[in-house]
């Protein structure tokens, strides 16, 4: 073989410590607030829905946390992931510049979900909670979460938007195989979702619903915690794992990425990726373009306005510093469901308004036809929220093909698509709409 395409590293190079950008901004992030007195949260208040040692770390601003013993064994059975450069795609793009990416499709789940599901399973456990509830969109953080309380032993229940459940059975099954109880959202188990279903019987649910249905739970049953797949500080934190292996597979393909990219859903897996980069930049001068990518119909960090909101429809969350739609956005139904969120991580909007990352959108047939060209070339299928990313990088390389510029492009390939088919079906169909 002329050229080395994989860029593999050993269990022994999982990180022992996650990476906290808290600790490296140039200005601290604005803190959550108390939705009543508008002053900033007192950390006990959010333990009726987090165990106190999530929390610590939610609120850290030390540099690096020591990754537990038990968690590393978990990550083992999918970590490290592989980093690998699509020359197949370069070729076809006729492009002079690289292209790696990281693979986060590798693990049991499907996606980088199962990164943060797993320590906070384990943290839980540690604290003593016997019961997660959560929400899910199309069941990729349902079934991550699902994965980990079946490992740890945890009761996992999951309030899925109902639309996806009654339409997306795959990821619904897998929750089951997993252990977990799946209630469509919104349902009859809380307080919230009857309200909403004597209203009209027929909703089709959505995420800021399902996430009030779920802490409405936690609070009304005991032994019981709150689990979100995105968006926190501490899910941010988890996910370094990415970055830090690719810092290291970078090195070993003997390259340093100029534009690095990230689909932006809730944020977490383009924190995952970005935020040990972004720790060079701040401390090293490194000269990276940090892109996230966004779908056109759920436009936050483009379109948004950066201020204080809530997480939920409901209004029960505390209030969260972020580039928001506004906490009743309810975005189009697009194929990225994982991408269908009104806000996005604090963390990620402050890194956008420091200037440390851009941001850009696309509609979501580009980024199927993105998607498309990338199995093609290169064999994996992606995810439709990933396939954002694609289409941005596939941008990016054609421009270089204008200039001639060797630009070296990394990203984050979040999951694989091989339970979102249906998806793939209505684009082949050309039913796709862009909004
Ligand atoms: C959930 C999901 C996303 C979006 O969530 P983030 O927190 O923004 O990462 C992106 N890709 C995949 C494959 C997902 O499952």
Redesign the pocket.
């Known amino acids: 073989m002329s050229q080395k395409t994989s860029f593999t590293l050993t269990q022994a190079d999982i990180p022992s410590a996650w990476y906290n950008l808290n600790a490296d901004f140039p200005e601290p992030l604005p803190p959550p607030l108390h939705p009543g007195t508008k002053e900033p949260m007192p950390p006990d208040a959010l333990e009726a829905i987090f165990p106190r040692n999530l929390i610590e770390q939610e609120i850290s601003a030390e540099r690096w946390i020591e990754v537990p013993k038990p968690v590393r064994e978990i990550y083992a059975l999918w970590r490290p992931t592989p980093l690998l450069r699509a020359v197949r795609l370069e070729r076809a793009l006729q492009t002079p510049a690289h292209i790696y990416y990281k693979y986060?499709?590798a693990s049991p789940a499907?996606?980088?979900?199962v990164n943060t599901s797993v320590p906070q399973v384990f943290f839980n456990k540690e604290a003593g909670t016997k019961r997660l509830a959560t929400e899910t969109g199309a069941g990729?953080?349902g079934s991550s979460l699902a994965l980990a309380c079946s490992f740890f032993g945890l009761e996992c229940n999951v309030y899925m938007v109902k639309v996806s459940h009654d339409t997306k059975p795959y990821r619904r099954l897998l929750m089951q195989t997993w252990g977990a109880t799946v209630h469509p959202s919104p349902s009859n188990q809380t307080h919230y979702g009857r309200k909403l279903l004597a209203e009209d019987p027929h909703c089709p649910g959505s995420l800021g619903i399902a996430i009030s249905e779920a802490i409405e739970d936690t609070v009304k049953h005991p032994h019981t915690k709150y689990s979100l797949?995105?968006?926190l500080n501490h899910?941010c934190l988890h996910q370094s794992v990415i970055g830090q292996e690719s810092i290291r597979q970078m090195e070993m393909a003997g390259e340093e990425p100029d534009v690095i990219f990230?689909?932006?859903?809730?944020?977490?897996?383009?924190a995952g990726l970005v935020f040990p980069f972004l720790h060079r930049k701040i401390k090293e001068g490194k000269k990276y373009r940090v892109v996230g990518v966004e779908p056109e119909a759920c436009p936050t960090l483009t379109k948004g306005e950066l201020r204080y909101d809530f997480g939920d429809t409901a209004e029960t969350t505390p209030l969260l510093k972020m580039y928001t739609l506004g906490h009743q956005f309810m975005p189009p139904p697009i194929h990225a469901g994982?991408?269908r969120y009104h806000g996005m991580?604090p963390m990620v909007s402050h890194a956008l308004k420091l200037g440390l990352i851009e941001a850009e959108a696309y509609p979501q047939t580009q980024a199927f036809e993105a998607a498309v060209a990338f199995a093609r070339h290169e064999g994996i299928v992606p995810?439709p929220?990933?396939s954002h990313a694609i289409a941005a990088v596939i941008k990016e390389a054609e421009r270089c093909r204008e200039t001639g510029q060797k630009q070296v492009l990394l990203f984050n390939l979040?999951?694989h698509g091989l339970l979102d088919l249906t998806a793939y079906e209505s684009y082949f169909a050309g039913k796709l709409q862009n909004v």
Do not use: D
Not at 110 to 113: L, Q
């Open positions: 986060e499709g499907g996606s980088h979900k990729q953080w797949g995105s968006v899910v990230g689909c932006c859903g809730g944020g977490s897996n383009f994982g991408l991580s995810a929220e990933s979040s999951g």
